[in-house]
């Protein structure tokens, strides 16, 4: 599921908010597969002169 949560704050920078069913499913599954390769040559060329975006991971108690 992808959203864009709601913030009391106001961030300079969009939040973007991908939920996996597991941790691996996105460092193991996707970072590592084809389907990262090619959303990494179409992204990456929008965040220059910007840095990479940082990744977080968050787990719901």
Not at 50 to 56: A, D, N, T
């Amino acid at each position: 599921m992808v959203s864009n949560p709601n913030s009391s704050r106001t961030y300079a920078t969009p939040i973007l908010l991908v939920q996996w069913e597991t941790l691996e499913a996105h460092t193991e599954g996707f970072r590592k597969s084809e389907k990262y390769s090619q959303w990494k040559e179409l992204l990456y060329h929008f965040y220059d002169p910007f840095p990479i975006p940082i990744v977080e991971h968050y787990q719901d108690f």
